[in-house]
């Protein structure tokens, strides 16, 4: 008897530990609107770079995968009399599909150490727009020194300390492509990463269609061009508009609204209207069209090596050398629900992790040698926490070592997952923790007991 | 600390190791080689908790508590040291109450299939050491086949942790009883 009763314990403590390989993991990792948390299903991107320069003008070529194109944003909606907005911009994908899809290249020439380290890690301070714990006002990514404290990120530096930094090339260029936004006029929109995510001197390439006095659009499709005054909502919906039809509003290709059109509902007209961006904000151009096809989007950017903005760009120069970082939105996402790179090494002429190959002519010859790079899901690290006891790399931070020292971003990416459920996750741990050593204890009791039965009889 | 831990742990998980072999020959064959491994045994085990339970004091200092806990390998690390550590202790008090008694019948094998458990769980402890500690392997892969991502947190739903509390209540409930029985 006390044989059964042994194996029928061992069996018992197997199989739980069975059970408890097979359930792990589960149980708290869910989509929680609520708190801004919504983990795309596919948690890593493979995206491919190009870079060719000749005596005057940079291109950068990018390829990515995308199920469909984001080329609208956000959308006024016409429903019984009134305009409605869709795309306000939710945690994750846009149940509708609005929001554009993005290429975003952070470039910087040595000015701002920590990001050839650490990438836009550095540009993730505490209180960002979209974090669980955001800011009550609008917070966007930020370099670290434009604060007296670390994780303080209403606590801005004086004016002096930052237009000295600025002086000293204390902030990271951006050129940020917009499938929507900037796309159909040509450019990408030229920005900077310093105080905040700001966009350089100038003019934006896109305004709002909408004028709230009046409780209407302000422009409309040209019938005559666009052979529609509007889209239709289910064709939005259904990402049956392409790149093929008229989808923007482009300034000098449309008409002032007209509120006796017709409208009926399901009518959809685009909530900006798109002129070419001007100044140091439209620096950056597009090269050809900008098309998505068969699921990829290639794009390729171009813009002066010098383009007279130091106080704006980095400026760039035959045998320099440079980082750079990379982040797509794609699947109607916006705002930190994008996919991020590690640094990249960015040589013109030089080696580098992406080397930039100078050619004679006016535009670049791209062969089929690209750097491949793995973009990731990175949740929501920050750079307070990770300088934090939080953190076990801290102290590496501290003494300058890379983060692709230690870090993969498939590694990244589940700590970053981790990062959004620490309150939940450490007591499971510890529960699972102990609840093991239980199992283990009352196993060792249990066939010791039953033995020494055996050993009585 | 970090450094006196790599030293220090490398004496538990070879007399675990070690431990677990003796195991595997002993429950192979009662000839001379094997009496003389269930010898050994009992020094390899005594001394590998001693060795485990030093470390594992090492360990848990490297880092503040709330920073061990507070990242995924750090949290996977020690819990399957913990848990390293909880099982050979078992089987070193096992070996140790029961006596030879241990190799007859069923209970041998079940010597064998705790030392298999406790092979994996070092295995599995000394593989996030090493992740921690820069060096990979790829077993981690091998866990990812499994279906574990090692970069995540190892825990379980509440549902299974009742389930575990339930069957260490019923282990024990079925050695009682049956303890009452003979008594009576």
Redesign the interface.
Known sequence: ???V??????A??????I??????????VRNDPARNISIPDQLTVPFQVQAAYNDTTMFFRYRWPAARPGILHDVLRYEDGKWITEGAGVPGSDPNGMHEDRVAMMLDDGSVPEFSRYGGYITIGAGLEGLTDEAPEVVTKYLPATRNQLGQWDDMAPDGTLATLRDAGYFLDLWHWRGGRSNPVGQADDQNISTGRDGDAGSASYSTNFDNALGQPRVMFDPATAGYKALNWDDVVAGRVSQDQVYALIDGQVLPYDPDAGWKNGDVLPRRILKPGTGSRGDIGVLGQGRWADGFWDITLTRALDTGNPADDKILRDLGSYTTAFAIHRNATGLRWHYVSLPQTLGLGREAEITATRFAGDTPTWGNTWTEITLYYPGQVTWPMLNS????G?EYIAKGVPVK??HSP??LT??G??VEF?SE??P??????F??????????????????????? | MGAYHTVAIHFPIALWMVSSLAIFIRVATDGPIGQAMDRALKVFLVLGVLAGAGAWSLGINI??W??????????NH??MA??SL??FT?LA??RF??GD??WQ???RW?MA?LAL?GVILVGITGTLGGH?H?SYTEVAEWLRL????V???????????W???G??????G???V??GK?EG
């Open positions: 008897m006390q044989q009763k042994i194996i029928g314990a061992a018992l403590f197997a199989g739980t530990l059970v408890v390989w097979v359930t792990h993991g589960t149980g708290i006891t939080s953190h076990a801290a020292y230690r498939e590694q589940q700590y997952i981790e620490k996750i450490r499971q741990w510890l529960k699972t923790l609840a093991g050593l239980a199992l283990i204890a009352a196993f060792g009791v249990s066939l010791n007991l039953v033995l020494a039965q055996r050993k009585e009889v | 880092w503040p709330e920073t061990i806990s507070s990242t995924p390998m750090g949290r020690m819990m913990t848990w909880a099982f078992l008090v096992t109450l029961q008694r241990i019948g069923a209970s079940i299939l458990i921690l820069g499994a279906g574990w991502e970069y995540s947190t190892f825990y379980v739903p509440n549902g299974t942790i389930l575990m509390l069957v260490a209540a019923v282990m024990l079925l050695a009682f049956k303890l003979s």
